[in-house]
């Protein structure tokens, strides 16, 4: 069953449409990622799935509830980490998340324990009796985060959290969000790196509409086909690279960007398979012995510039 | 409980805000000092010219009436009446009194005498003060000049007493001689002359007739007898001239006595009338005489009271709304009314404790007396404080920004204060804005508090106004609870 289903939704605020017609289906106990420039719609997106706003056409389904009708039971269910820190700034760590918890959990020592693993597990500890205005940004994350987890949510939406924080937070949330088993998680950031290390699916959002979806794997694979690949050959000292270089550019190979730095070459290639073979049987010809050959799959950020640039060629 | 859980929050949040506790502790000690001072201290000894042109024993009254007064500081001043003016509009006097000359021939000729003042105007309420207090030199200048007046006339009456007196010895000695004379000359006396004459006549007639012989002789008798007969008649006739004037002298006099008696009744009647004009008038205060702070203070609580109900409420939420707290919240199982009424329980507290505190305030700082039952007016203060809580929660549920905000609640808060009987009561607004009044949670607790505080009456004599801020803040409560949102939209 899909934690969550969206089927054609569309949020518009006055003329400006910051969702159109958006259809997710997020598998359950999954990292999804949604990805997206600033206005992509994002954040429309996840607090139209936590029931802060109400979309103007679509449904939205949440462990098979109606988002609309029973948003009180899908509630006890869901959790979300706000993009701002929102906190009580007079409370301390503590007092925040047996507040928090205490929406939740009814039983008091089972609160108290839940808060002790997760003080424990966000390293918040010492910190524990330190109030909120007093902690620096990396630990006011940590807490707003332990804060939502809580209650062992089923679902948890976090929107945008490794905002403005620190490498050493990031990587303890990072790893939090990986150690989770039966939660499906939704993720927003700005950074595709983040997303491509930590997102089992990932959703590309632009103007309010989908523009790729599938795993990182997935999208990859796919768009090499479309990029292309990068190939960097490096040579033996003695070899003379220009004649190489000069050979390449003269063939009729299915290659672009031939470049060269240092005793280095590197190319790009739609048809890795057959463009590798010509190359190397070249080499042979040329004599020139090679001590290495990397080849680089493109990346997700440059996926996404791509299609950027087309969705904007295309306005 | 999760109610429990977000009372025990909301109290922390509260509590921990030190600044905020501070303001709290402040605010209603600032107000109340504020207000105690500037509408308890009098204004008084304004510098003042007095201009005597007439320099009489009259208008040395009018003098010293300004003299007396608490209001009035004469200073002293040798210039003219366009000098004196011009120290009004310099500021070196804010009122000038001009006593022109023939003041006092005017009163004393009973004709209206007249005295200019001059008034700095410029400001409202010293001008206002010195129309008052002029008003009071005037009756008290009038009240001595009217002595001075009964004082000359009862002077006059003595004078003209003296001269009826001795007009009546010269009438008392006339009437002696007269009635002396008239004695000497009564008419009996007279008659018995006559008779005695006509039996001497008719005696020398009948000697005449016995003895022809002694005629001659008895002739010139009989002739002379009478003449004396003629003289003695024409005697009679004087004595009843002489009686009817004496008469008509003692009747001239007794009209002047009389006249005399009319005007000693008319100067002592004229003396009561006139030392009873400028009468003081016997006031009975039904509730004591109070200053007009006392009469604010039921305001001034109310103001305090509503002022940080709307404003506490209304901050907290949007304050909430702004650090997205509110958010998150709205995404838990949370129920709002579980939220707003944890909000409400905490601040109706809070504004228990602030109830005590002014109300403390107000009499260990001023002496504020309380006429009825203080828990009385504490329970007032309560319905009054949950109905303000229960309008910062609608205005919370309307405003999106604390600039919103920050805008709106005094926009409430100054009309709310303006026609809710604080300073003047609502009869002195015209009939539609006394009903806007009747929206205004503040009319019924001031309403309501000066009964107990300044008449002494008990809650029962205030029902109407308690079941209204009941029923106002049971309505707006529920209301604000209703309307407010867990949606950002």
Known sequence: ?315 | MRIAKVIKKETFDFIRDKGFILTLILEPLVLILVFGYTFQADINHLNTIVIDKDNSNYSQQVLEAVDSSEYFNRINFSGTLEEAKDNLKSGGARAVFYIPPEFDNKLKNATKAEIYMYIDSSDYTIYNIIKGASGQVVKDSLQDIVKLIVTDLESERDIKQQRVNQIQDLVNGIEDKAKKTLDDISEIKLQDSLNSLKDLEDSLNALKSANPNLTTYINPILEKTEDMSVQIENYKTSAEEINKTSNELDQTYRDIQNRMDTIHLELKTLKKDFLSFPMDINKQYSYGEISYFQYLTPAILTLILFFIGVVLTTINIVDERNSKTLFRIATTPLKKWELLGSKFFVFFIVGIIEAVYVLLLAIFLFKVQIAGNILDAFIVLILLMAASIGLGLLVSSIVKTMRQAIMLVPLLIIPAVLISQTFSPIEVMPKFMQYVAYVSPMLYSNVALREIMIKGIGIEGVLTEVIVLGIYAIVTVLIGIWISKKRIE
């Open chain 1, 1 to 315: 069953m899909s934690a969550i289903e969206i089927k054609g939704v569309t949020k518009k605020f006055g003329k400006f449409t910051a969702v159109n017609n958006l259809s997710l289906s997020i598998p359950e106990n999954k990292i999804f990622g949604l990805l997206g420039s600033n206005g992509a719609g994002k954040t429309t997106t996840i607090n139209m799935l936590t029931g802060l706003l109400l979309p103007d056409e679509g449904s939205i389904k949440i462990l098979g509830m109606d988002a609309l009708k029973d948003i009180e039971k899908i509630r006890q269910n869901i959790s979300l980490v706000p993009q701002t820190i929102s906190l009580y700034e007079n409370l301390t760590i503590y007092e925040n998340m047996e507040f928090f918890g205490g929406l939740y959990i009814s039983n008091n020592q089972d609160l108290k324990q839940r808060i002790e693993d997760l003080l424990n597990i966000f390293h918040l500890l010492e910190k524990r009796n330190t109030k909120i205005m007093n902690l620096s940004g990396g630990y006011q994350r940590r807490c707003s985060i332990a804060c939502s987890v809580l209650s062992n949510p089923k679902i948890l939406f976090l929107d945008e959290p490794s905002t403005g924080i620190d490498i050493y937070t990031n990587k303890i949330i990072m790893d939090f969000i990986k150690s989770l088993e039966n939660t499906t998680v939704i993720f927003t950031t700005h950074s595709i790196k983040e997303a491509e290390a930590i997102c089992d699916y990932l959703v590309f959002l632009d103007r309010g509409e989908k523009v790729l979806e599938g795993s990182p794997k997935q999208i990859v694979k796919e768009y090499s086909k479309k990029i292309g690949e990068k190939i960097i050959i490096e040579f033996d000292i003695s070899v003379d690279i220009e004649k190489v270089k000069d050979y390449l550019e003269k063939s009729d190979f299915n290659i672009r960007n031939l470049s060269s730095v240092g005793k280095s070459i590197s190319f790009e290639t739609l048809d890795i398979g057959n463009s590798v073979i010509d190359v190397m049987d070249s080499l042979k010809t040329l004599k020139s012995h090679f001590l290495n050959v990397d080849i680089i799959k493109p990346k997700l950020e440059d996926i996404f510039n791509l299609i950027m640039e087309e969705r904007n060629e295309n306005r």
